[in-house]
């Protein structure tokens, strides 16, 4: 990336935390070296979308456009890029798909197989996050990066698709956890277990209650007020191993921590898919 680019990147994200900026940065260099005028724009979404980045716990989630579907040279400079920027960014993961902008305009459904790369695996054709969620999340939330902003593109969007993909989701992966839990209480009385299963089901129960998609942080805020006192413990639990980890645990028995994702995963799965 040139001086200029580089500039013109730097003064519409300033609000991005320096090492978030400072990686698609380094990617858009490799990338438009490796296989010049192939990517025409990059978008985040995901907690950052929403303004919440935790240092250490958050992944940084994107949409690269392109302005074709790559050839096998094309896709191994794609796949070159992302190897070369997880060596200068260790610490963080870059995931996301790689899409045409008329993959935006329309239903994902049709969206056919793109390269996708998750926690530094690159998959020439996967559909890791076509989904409703990631179409809303950047025509709502998302931040440009690079090229066209996400206001002036055509994104694809559908409330009542959104809505029965998150219930969908609840009543297949996180009902498949709310079953496994009890049978593996060790497991389940990890702060990791914890910090997934509890802002997992809350945010996508948030979304059925409210309408609106949130960040992970802001949905263990919201379920201090909405749910039941008997859960209260578990979701400050959740937020405190997320944002300060150092802090005292509130469960000085950790199986009963387990005990309590259990019950907590297990109910907003049967009232969210009610």
């Not at 040139?2 to 380094?26: M, Q, S, Y």
């Not at 992970?216 to 980890?245: C, M, N, Q, T």
Request: charged residues 20%; negative net charge; glycine residues 6%.
């Amino acid at each position: 990336m040139n001086d200029a680019a580089r500039a013109a990147t730097v003064g519409r994200t300033e609000r991005l935390p320096a090492e978030v900026l400072l990686l698609c940065c380094d990617w858009l260099e490799q990338v438009h070296r490796l296989a010049p005028g192939l990517v025409t724009g990059l978008h985040l979404r995901g907690g950052i979308g929403f303004g919440e980045y935790v240092r250490g716990k958050s992944d940084v989630d994107f949409v690269a456009l392109l302005a074709h579907r790559p050839s096998s040279t094309e896709l191994d400079a794609l796949e070159d890029a992302h190897l070369a920027v997880a060596e200068l960014h260790h610490e963080l993961f870059f995931d996301g798909a790689h899409l045409l902008a008329s993959d935006l305009a329309a239903d994902p459904q049709l969206c056919p197989d793109v390269p996708c790369t998750l926690h530094r695996i690159f998959e020439p054709e996967a559909r890791r996050d076509i989904s409703p969620v990631t179409w809303h999340e950047l025509a709502h939330h998302g931040v440009t990066v690079h090229g066209t902003d996400l206001s002036a593109l055509q994104v694809w969007t559908s409330q009542q698709a959104l809505l029965d993909f998150t219930r969908d989701n609840l009543d297949t992966y996180w009902r498949e956890h709310a079953e496994a839990l009890p049978r593996f209480p060790g497991e389940a009385a990890t702060e990791a277990n914890c910090e997934w299963c509890v802002p997992g089901v809350a945010r996508l129960h948030h979304l059925l209650v409210t309408g609106e998609q949130t960040s992970k942080s802001a949905a263990l805020r919201w379920g201090l007020e909405f749910y039941p006192s008997r859960f209260h413990p578990v979701l400050a639990e959740a937020l405190r191993i997320r944002e300060d980890p150092g802090a005292p645990s509130g469960y000085p028995d950790p199986l009963q921590r387990g005990r309590d994702v259990a019950a907590f995963t297990a109910y907003v799965v049967t009232t969210g898919t009610a």
